[in-house]
């Protein structure tokens, strides 16, 4: 602080700093790039909202979740809609995505999916 009063420049607290740098961000429309390699990551996770699914020859309406995976460099995406998120769809879902993809990434990366976690935690017990 000595050194910017002494310099003639205000000094900032760590809140100040963070809304100025915010508001040069947003001004300028500045985004981070991320740098990915081929084949490094494939990047998973629920959709998050439900979609209905109808029967065709009974009429009735269910819900489904989206679960949806992605290369990040590609952008190549893959998604399919399951009955639950539960554990032996999740398997099922990625067993389908790696043949989808023909093949698999050094990395799997879930983006907090709430059946890894639990799944994960209770293993670990």
């Known amino acids: 602080m000595d050194t910017c009063r002494s310099s003639g420049k205000p000094p900032y607290i760590y809140s100040q700093y963070c809304k100025l740098y915010q508001d040069y961000v947003d001004k300028n429309k500045l985004t981070m790039h991320i740098r990915h390699k081929t084949g490094d990551k494939l990047m998973a996770d629920w959709d998050g909202t439900t979609l209905p699914l109808y029967d065709k020859l009974t009429g009735p309406c269910c819900k489904v979740y989206l679960f949806v ?47 890894d976690v639990i799944f994960a935690v209770c293993r670990q017990t």
Not at 83 to 101: A, G, H, P, R
């Open 69 to 115: 995976a992605t290369l990040p460099l590609s952008m190549y995406c893959f998604t399919k809609a399951c009955l639950t998120m539960k554990e032996e769809d999740l398997i099922n879902v990625q067993i389908s995505m790696y043949e989808y993809f023909e093949g698999g990434t050094r990395l799997l990366i879930p983006d907090n999916l709430k059946v």
